[in-house]
């Protein structure tokens, strides 16, 4: 199984951005489709971005798209999550989560297998 540790998150003012990397050990990176995730206080867990294998497909949520992009380098056996123009409504705890589905239909938290411990993103108004 992999352990994955996310970094990166803190206190952002609206419109700033914000680059979160998760890094994983163990079993082969690159088996996996990656992906982030978000939860806010009281809030289920949402679906951000997913990426595939090699990174040749990614995929976002519609409140997401165009402002985050997801990348991985499965050398470094890291995945990213940049945020650019963020919102209040971003703020959250965000997850990262490793898979074995395929990334065009992993938009759902029963893809993934392991999961992060967490990173905090506040965005303030």
């Known amino acids: 199984q992999v352990q994955l540790v996310e970094s990166g998150g803190g206190l952002v003012q609206a419109g700033g951005s914000l680059r979160l990397s998760c890094a994983a050990s163990?079993?082969?990176?690159?088996?996996?489709?990656m992906g982030w995730f978000r939860q806010a206080p009281g809030k289920e867990r949402e679906f951000v971005a997913t990426i595939s294998r090699i990174g040749g497909g990614t995929y976002y949520a519609d409140s997401v798209k165009g402002r985050f992009t997801i990348s991985r380098d499965n050398a470094k056996n890291t995945v990213y999550l940049q945020m650019n123009s963020l919102k209040p409504e971003d703020t959250a705890v965000y997850y990262c989560?490793?898979?074995?589905?395929?990334?065009?239909?992993?938009?759902?938290?029963?893809?993934?297998?392991?999961w992060g411990q967490g990173t905090q993103v506040t965005v303030s108004s």
């Open positions: 989560a490793a898979g074995f589905g395929v990334a065009a239909q992993a938009m759902g938290v029963e893809s993934y297998a392991s």
């Open positions: 163990g079993r082969t990176f690159s088996s996996y489709v």
